[in-house]
């Protein structure tokens, strides 16, 4: 190809021809790999490509890019302005790359990387830290992200992938996010728990909605939206006003410390009754089931390829069995 003199770089033209270099990334393998050899005949082995078709493939960089990447002489091919420019990049875009997949490998693996889920009531007190601690002992350079909160406002950043995970209630089907898989774990109940000492815990038979209506001041968990709605309606089947609550807190731990200290009632899953039962609470004997519901895991489809993942949803799945049955 005779000498073409290097011509300032046309910034539209560029800009326009970024878009389709993107797509075509592959070029620059190529690209480098003549680079690196010097010339295409080398190059071509090395790429396990004909001299004729790599050739194709620089020429086609070259028309994508509307600059001339080499010149050729006798005794190879030398970079042009335009050539050394490239060069600095593709580097940079090779190396990345692989980073890219070193990363993703690690984290496939479970050699690195980061765990980020959400869990309600019925799985952060033990089931969620016994998971995450068995886990770790296989895989113990993953960093594990825990908050608890409940699903109003952990759902919508499973689907918009702020989360890995979501531990709490099933949604009905018509609320279901298509992209999520939700995987039923067990059925639990909504107690009414108090200290052992209440003296709620001494009649002698179950209680009715009129026994807990004004015998208590109640907790509340501030984002327990479905769990309110729950014991408004097994009070009214009565005929009755649910109690309002007197204090409201975002951590199970501040609400058990407060059932320690006081009169207080709340609800609250059964799961955490032998939890809880350390902490000389327990639940309170009522006429029938205030709400039974199913819970279980929310997640992409996607992040069982993760061992990590894998192996955490292992544990709590056999953590789950044991308590739940």
Known sequence: MPHRAPEPLAPPTTVQSAPRLLRRADLLRDFLAVVNAGGIRAAAEQVHLSQSALTRRVQELERLLDVQLFERHALGMRLTRFGEVLRHHAQLVDLNCYYAATELEDLRDGGAGELRLAAGPAWDAALVPDAIAAVQKTFPRIRF?????????????????????????????????????????????????????????????????????????????????????????????????????????????????????????????????????????????????????????????????????????????????????
Do not use: C
């Open 145 to 325: 992200f825990v908050t608890s909160r409940h699903n109003d406002s952990t759902l919508p950043m499973l689907s918009d992938a702020r989360l890995d995970l979501v531990l709490g209630s099933i949604p009905q089907t018509h609320d279901r996010d298509p992209n999520i898989t939700y995987e039923h774990v067990m059925h639990i109940e909504h107690r009414v728990f108090a200290h052992q000492g209440h003296a709620l815990h001494t009649r002698r038979q179950k209680l009715r909605p009129q026994d807990l209506q004004h015998a208590a001041p109640w907790l509340w968990f501030s984002e327990a939206v479905t769990t309110r709605a729950d014991l408004r309606q097994w009070f009214r089947q009565d005929g009755l006003e649910a109690p309002d609550s007197a204090i409201e807190v975002t951590s199970l731990q501040a609400a058990v410390r407060l059932m320690q200290q006081g009169d207080y009632l709340m609800l609250l899953p059964s799961t955490l009754i032998p939890v809880l039962g350390e902490r000389q609470l327990r639940p309170l004997a009522t006429r029938g089931s205030i709400a039974r519901y199913s819970v279980g895991m929310m997640y992409r489809q996607s992040t069982l390829r993760m061992r990590a993942f894998a192996e955490l949803r292992k544990h709590l799945l056999l953590l789950a069995g044991a308590v739940g049955g």
